[in-house]
C-alpha cells in the first residue's frame, strides 16, 4: 500500500514515524514534507492546496490512502475534490470532506452544531460588521473577559481575550474591519469559561469511533503561561485530571453526541476529530472542534498507541473500524517545542541546527525545518518537537529536556516548565 500524507510540520512527521511501525507492507509519501519525513519515506514537492497537483501525485505514485494532516486543504474540500474523481475511485481518504470540516472551518456553524445537539459550551452570538452596535451591547450583558473569535480559519491567531471592556470593543471593529480578511467577516463573542484545558480525540468512520490517547498542551510563549500565543510550545499525555469518570461524562455528553449529529445531519465524516475542552468543576464544555489532529499534540498521543495506526485508517476507510483494536500504553509522553529566537513575531530563517545525529532516549520530529547543502536548517518558528516517554511525566520530561541540551541552533527558546501545573495532580 502506498500512502501520501499531505503536509509538513511536525504532525505529519509523527503520523509518518507511527505508519512506518506498520507490520503491513506501506511505502509512505509525504508532500511536501521535511527533512524528517524525507528519513521514513519520499517527500513530494506538492503543496496540498494544489487539488490538482496532488490528484496528478496519487496518480503518478499509485497511491491508495491519503491522510490529510493541515486544517486548510479540509476546509477547501481537498476530500471531496478526490472522492469526486472517477479516476480515484480505489483511493480512501482519511479526512472529513468540506461540510464535515465546518466544525473547524466555521466557529459559528460549530456553535450551532453544538447548540443542535445538546453538546455543552459557552453562551455565544455571532454578529458581523453591520451589527457591531449589537455586537457592543451583548458584549456589556457578559462578565469580563470578553472572548472574541474570528469566525474561520484565521492561522491560530483568530481567538482574542480581553479585559477591558473598551480595548474589546476596538478589537471586535478591527476584527469586522477586515484584520484576519475573510476569516473575520464574522465574529462569535462567548461567554469566558473558568477552569482548566485540554484536548481529547477520536478516529471515527462516521458510524463508530475509537478514543485515542488525551493530551493537554501549552500556547503560551512564556514560563507560567505567559506572553503571546504560539501553535503550542509543548504537550503531555496522559493528562492526570482526565480521570475515568471524567472521560465517560467526555464520551457521554460530548463524543457521542458529536458524531450522532454529524451522522444525523447528513454529514459523512471519516477521519480524526480533535475536541478542545474546559474542565469547569468537573464538567466538561467544548472551546472548539479541529476536523484533523493537533500539533504538538499528535506528537505525544501517537506515540501512546501501540497498535496498528495503518489497521485503524483502514477501518476507517472500509466503515468497519468497530472491529479494530486500539491498545494504548499506560506510559506517560511529553515533548517539548524547540523555537526560533523571536518566535511568535518575526524569527530568522536557515539557521543551521546541530546535535541531532546524537540524540538517544528521545525522538525528535522536524516541524519547521529544511535541508541545505546537506545540513539541517531552521525554516519555520516551531522548529523541533523532542518527545520522550516514562513512566512517570517526570521521567518523560527529564528525558526531552536532557535531549534539548544536546540540539543547538541559534536563537533557540523552549519553554522550560512544560507540565509544571500538572505536577501536584492525582490520576
Known sequence: MNILILGSGGREHALAWKLSQSSRPLKLFTAPGNPGTAMLGVNLPVDPLDFSAVRSAILEHK?????????????????????????????????????????????????????????????YETFRADTIAEAVRFMSTLAPPYVLKADGLAAGKGVLIISDPDEAALELKAMLGGRFGKAGSKVVIEQYLSG?????????D??????????????????GDTGKNTGGMGAVSPVPFATPGFMRKVEDKVIRPTVEGL??????YRGFIFFGLMNVDGEPYVIEYNARLGDPESEVILPRIESDLYDLLEGVARRDLSSRTLMTSHDSAVTVMMVSGGYPDAYPKGVEITGLDLITGSTVFHAGTAERDGRIVTSGGRVLSVTSRGETMEEALEKSYRTVSGIRFEGVNYRKDIGFDLKTSKR
Request: charged share 25%.
Open 63 to 123: 497511491i491508495g490512502m491519503v491522510v490529510v494532516g493541515p486544517e486548510a486543504p479540509l476546509v477547501e474540500g481537498i476530500t471531496d475534490y478526490l472522492e469526486a474523481d472517477p479516476e480515484l475511485a480505489s483511493v480512501a481518504v482519511i479526512g472529513p470532506g468540506r461540510g464535515g470540516a465546518m466544525l473547524e472551518g466555521s466557529k459559528d456553524f460549530a456553535k450551532g452544531f453544538m447548540k443542535r445537539h445538546g453538546i455543552p459550551t459557552a453562551a
Open 196 to 204: 482548566i484545558e485540554m484536548s481529547a480525540f477520536i478516529v471515527t
Open 206 to 223: 462516521g458510524i463508530s469511533y475509537k478514543l485515542l490517547p488525551e493530551a493537554k498542551d501549552y500556547k503560551r510563549i512564556g514560563e
Open 263 to 268: 451522522r444525523d445531519e447528513g454529514i459523512e
